[in-house]
């Protein structure tokens, strides 16, 4: 038994990525459930308009990121779908406060803050002249017009991440990938025949999600389908390009899950996804700014819950794109540096070439060769 125990610490002491994993994702999810995981929102930024914009009190925890005297319940509605605010103060005879409920537990925290700030609330005034509120794009603060837009983009991590990496790797592992190296195939004939299947069943997961989510759950979609492909399109591109590097540095299909759960159970938890991203700690909070989910929630919610136009929106799309882009190179250049440029004559610096390749020795044609 001894000497079993042994060889498992051996064993366990050369596998140097599972020991690291083991390590580091306990220390992971202290911290991430140690930041991030309240839900709890102390700032609630919020824009002030009407004739008196300019001398309406407005208190804690609602912080003021613009007043604009000359505009109006319009101008302020769009500040609202344009998500550069959370609630929108209307001054005038009396008072109208807008608040955004596609942001669920700030918009939750709004109408706390305002009825325990009573009628003088938000530039209110007593009596008849009380504020009126209103809950746009969520009325009924249901927490399936929230969720189902961003289990849409955690359909897209999965099958994007989880599933392509590990079919790779099982290819690899079974040498099927040597056997493509030999063939007379560019590296990005091989990449992009692994993964426009993976794309494809992606495509339909999320179609089935969102149908089930506005037919069953009553989730609305209210604007563009095709700004809401786009984003999907982008962000799909920078999962299965994660899930190809992912399997690329893979030795097997038990390090590509525990590779892939590392990436995707920060962006289940700091993508806004679950809590607000207002309610998570500073030190956090940067890396909710890094992960491409935060950037597909804003694009899900903005587009199905407040008919965001592609306008406002080009800042999220640029950086799926860019990130896209980045990411897709990367997985080329792992996948050319394995197969190496099999259609032009060059070698790779992967697995040693297949018997009976090009420039490889035969092992029958030696075997004859020594008996004679």
Not at 40 to 67: E, M, N, W, Y
Request: hydrophobic share 55%; proline share 8%; glycine share 10%.
């Amino acid at each position: 038994m001894w000497a079993m125990i042994v060889k498992e610490f051996r064993q366990l002491r050369r596998d140097r990525r599972t020991l690291a994993m083991m390590i580091v994702l306990p220390v992971v999810l202290l911290v991430v459930f140690g930041y991030a995981a309240s839900f709890d929102v102390s700032t609630i930024p919020a824009v002030v308009a009407g004739p008196r914009a300019a001398l309406a009190p407005v208190s804690a925890p609602f912080q003021v990121v613009q007043r604009a005297p000359a505009e109006g319940a319009a101008w302020a509605q769009n500040e609202l779908r344009d998500g550069h605010a959370a609630v929108a103060v209307v001054t005038g005879p009396r008072t109208l406060v807008l608040i955004d409920g596609s942001q669920l537990f700030t918009a939750k925290a709004a109408l706390s803050a305002l009825q325990a700030a009573g009628p003088h609330a938000a530039g209110g005034q007593a009596g008849p002249q009380a504020p009126l509120v209103r809950v746009l794009y969520n009325p009924g603060l249901k927490t399936s017009y929230i969720m189902i837009p961003g289990l849409a983009g955690v359909v897209l991590v999965f099958v994007g991440i989880i599933i392509t990496s590990l079919g790779v790797v099982r290819e690899r592992q079974t040498g099927t990938l040597e056997q493509l190296a030999v063939m007379p195939l560019r590296p990005r004939d091989v990449f992009l025949g692994k993964i426009v299947p993976y794309f494809a069943v992606a495509a339909v997961d999320l179609a089935i999600v969102l149908t089930v989510g506005v037919a069953l759950f009553g989730v609305p979609f209210r604007g563009s389908y095709a700004v809401f492909a786009l984003g999907a399109l982008l962000f799909l591109f920078v999962t299965l390009g994660i899930g190809v590097l992912i399997s690329s540095v893979s030795e097997n299909q038990g390090q590509a899950i525990q590779m892939s759960f590392m990436f995707t159970l920060p962006q289940v938890l700091l993508s806004g996804l679950i809590f607000p991203l207002s309610s998570i700690a500073v030190g956090v909070r940067w890396i909710s700014y890094i992960l491409p989910l935060t950037y597909f929630n804003e694009i899900s919610r903005g587009v199905m819950l407040r008919a965001e136009p592609i306008g406002p929106l080009w800042p999220p799309l640029l950086f799926l794109a860019l990130l896209g882009l980045v990411v897709m190179t990367l997985a080329m250049l792992r996948f050319r540096s394995y197969l190496g440029p099999a259609g032009s004559g060059g070698g790779r610096s992967g697995p040693a070439a297949a018997p009976g390749a090009a420039g490889a020795p035969d092992p029958a044609a030696a075997a004859v060769a020594e008996s004679r």
